[in-house]
């Protein structure tokens, strides 16, 4: 199967800094990727999903300039938490995908701990 | 979304099958997941199936679709303690062209000795 990388895996940081999280798509070309959050023995929730090129879609609730996303190439997007608070602590996933030629699957990053204090 | 719902858990033991059943509301669903997620980890695709299919097999794993009463199950034939982890069902309807994934709780599966 396809391979998501994110970087980095884990990170603590203080209250008020931004922090960046990187998504790949090794071997593949990923035409869309999403940016999934997870709590402690939760579901995931979608953030947004990101087209390369184009300015990402946010889900209902979710503050945009906040939770900055560039999906700058075909095999890269970032989420940018900024001014980080001890309540966005949390796992944060993404998956990647080329939807072009009528596949289907996403590809799922082995996601990153954020752990604000 | 639309709702997808799973039981929260199953205790199985070793060499058991175990079964995993999920309900979606999605009339339009297109395809149908079954997501493996270790402790820490990211979550793992371990098949799919197409809502014109009734059953897809693929070595241990066997799933069944009945698009009637909207539900899915797994089967994992001689469960094995790696098979301890988070089961997602999940749905995707493409007729809504976003592609989003709609993502069940999640079934703590517990593999004991």
């Known amino acids: 199967g396809a391979v998501v990388s994110q970087h980095p895996s884990r990170v603590i940081c203080k209250s008020g800094t931004s922090v960046k999280i990187e998504c790949r798509s090794l071997?593949?070309?990923?035409?869309?990727m999403f940016w999934y959050r997870q709590f402690p023995k939760k579901s995931l929730m979608l953030m947004a999903t990101?087209?390369?090129?184009?300015?990402?879609?946010?889900e209902q609730g979710v503050e945009k300039d906040k939770f900055l996303i560039n999906h700058a190439s075909l095999t890269l997007s970032t989420l940018t938490v900024t001014s980080a608070h001890p309540e966005d602590s949390s796992f944060y996933i993404c998956?990647?995908?080329?939807?072009?030629?009528?596949?289907?699957?996403?590809?799922f990053g082995p996601g990153t701990r954020l752990t604000v204090l | 979304g639309e709702d997808v719902e799973q039981s929260l858990f199953l205790s199985v033991r070793e060499g058991d099958s175990s079964v995993i059943n999920c309900t979606y509301t999605?009339?339009?669903?297109?395809?149908l997941y079954w997501y493996k997620q270790e402790p820490g980890a990211g979550l793992q695709l371990l098949t799919y199936i197409f809502s014109n299919m009734d059953m897809k097999q693929d070595q241990r794993l066997t799933v069944l679709l009945n698009k009637k009463d909207k539900h899915l199950s797994l089967r994992i034939a001689d469960t094995q303690t790696g098979d301890s982890a988070i089961y997602f069902c999940?749905?995707?309807?493409?007729?809504?062209?976003?592609?989003?994934?709609?993502f069940g709780a999640g079934t703590t599966v517990t593999v004991r000795a």
């Open positions: 071997d593949f070309q990923a035409t869309t």
């Open positions: 999940a749905e995707i309807s493409l007729r809504s062209n976003d592609y989003k994934l709609s």
């Open positions: 998956s990647a995908a080329d939807f072009s030629g009528g596949a289907h699957e996403q590809f």
């Open positions: 990101s087209n390369e090129g184009s300015k990402a879609t946010y």
């Open positions: 999605d009339s339009s669903s297109t395809y």
